[in-house]
């Protein structure tokens, strides 16, 4: 017997499309906002431009610049995979990505069983 699909109103679905948008905004500014800081963090990492006086300033660790040099990739992969309308699923297995895990890391491209993350229970 086959299963019909929900029905819902044109309105429903309206305000459901508004909210995706609006999350879509939400997480397109935080790949923003990092992509802006790890790029900053890569600068710091390059030769100082002539400045005078001249300004000491700390060079950032090799493993940091390692670190920046991956989360631009990964950030510029994610912004990407959003205008291709592919954001927000797992690269690997295809499943939804969740939105907490988006928040805290928008650049994320697989999911918690992907990743190999297990959660501790409580």
Do not use: N
């Not at 879509?24 to 790890?38: G, I, N, Q, V, Y």
């Amino acid at each position: 017997m086959p299963i019909m699909a929900e029905i819902r109103s044109p309105g429903s679905l309206m305000e459901e499309c508004r909210q995706y948008d609006a999350q879509l905004s939400e997480l397109r500014m935080l790949l923003d906002e990092r992509l802006h800081a790890a790029r900053a963090e890569l600068a710091l990492a390059g030769e100082p431009h002539e400045v005078t006086p001249p300004v000491a300033r700390v060079r950032p660790s090799a493993e940091a610049v390692r670190r920046a040099s991956r989360d631009v990739a990964a950030i510029e992969a994610a912004i990407e995979r959003m205008d291709l309308g592919l954001y927000g699923t797992c690269t690997k297995c295809e499943a939804f990505l969740p939105l907490d895990r988006l928040r805290s890391a928008p650049h994320v491209q697989l999911c918690a069983a992907c990743a190999g993350e297990t959660r501790m229970s409580a």
